[in-house]
T-cell receptor, first 113, second 115 residues
Framework: ETGVTQTPRHLVMGMTNKKSLKCEQH?????MYWYKQSAKKPLELMFVYSLEERVENNSVPSRFSPECPNSSHLFLHLHTLQPEDSALYLC????????????FGDGTRLSIL | AQSVTQLDSHVSVSEGTPVLLRCNYS??????LFWYVQHPNKGLQLLLK??????LVKGINGFEAEFKKSETSFHLTKPSAHMSDAAEYFC?????????????FGSGTRLLVRP
């Protein structure tokens, strides 16, 4: 049991659709993260929320919109995505601090038609 | 900026033989280093972490890693591979950013275990 739950596990959508990815953590952590994992590329950090405030946006296109309503929940809202956005999207959480490991969910496999 | 380099994209071993996955890092100060494992269709699971205490770190499932500052290395080892060890392994360094920290991931090493 991972402690970080992501839904849905799989999502297929057209380029004009709007959908949202959900992440929930039950570990009492105060920081949450969205990552993109594409084939043959290192894991890419997309967004970081610390104490429910966004502290980093790694120049992610505006078609990705994060939301962190509280320390246990994180969303990634998607609209007008491109085929190159097909990837595994991973959510993670941690306690703040450089030595604190992140705990990952199992991801949402996103396919854009 | 900090970085990690995983020297092998693929490693193949026979079941019961030792495993060595190599990682070099660059850091301007004493880093926090991690190894994660990812099985197919799963998220990343923490194997072990180094945070400037003992240089030999023991992790889960019989894995361990040794921090060598003089070589800027943090190689992952296991004495005897098991079929269930077949997965992708990531070496990771923690980097400070503004008021928070972020993880810098290596490109991964895929471990194949032959029967």
């Amino acid at each position: 049991e991972t402690g970080v739950t992501q839904t849905p596990r799989h999502l297929v959508m057209g380029m004009t659709n709007k959908k949202s990815l959900k992440c929930e953590q039950h570990l009492g952590h105060n920081a949450m993260y969205w990552y993109k994992q594409s084939a043959k590329k290192p894991l890419e950090l997309m967004f970081v929320y610390s104490l429910e405030e966004r502290v980093e946006n790694n120049s992610v296109p505006s078609r990705f919109s994060p939301e962190c309503p509280n320390s246990s929940h994180l969303f990634l809202h998607l609209h007008t995505l491109q085929p190159e956005d097909s990837a595994l999207y991973l959510c993670a959480s941690s306690q703040e601090g450089g030595s604190q490991p992140q705990h990952f969910g199992d991801g949402t496999r996103l396919s854009i038609l | 900026a900090q970085s990690v380099t995983q020297l092998d994209s693929h490693v193949s071993v026979s079941e019961g033989t030792p495993v060595l996955l190599r990682c070099n890092y660059s850091s301007s100060y004493s880093p926090s280093l991690f190894w994660y494992v990812q099985h197919p269709n799963k998220g990343l699971q923490l194997l072990l972490k180094y945070t400037s205490a003992a240089t030999l770190v023991k992790g889960i499932n019989g894995f361990e890693a040794e921090f060598k500052k003089s070589e800027t290395s943090f190689h992952l080892t296991k004495p005897s591979a098991h079929m269930s060890d077949a997965a992708e392994y990531f070496c990771v360094v923690s980097e400070r950013m503004d008021s928070s920290y972020k993880l810098i991931f290596g490109s991964g090493t895929r471990l194949l275990v032959r029967p």
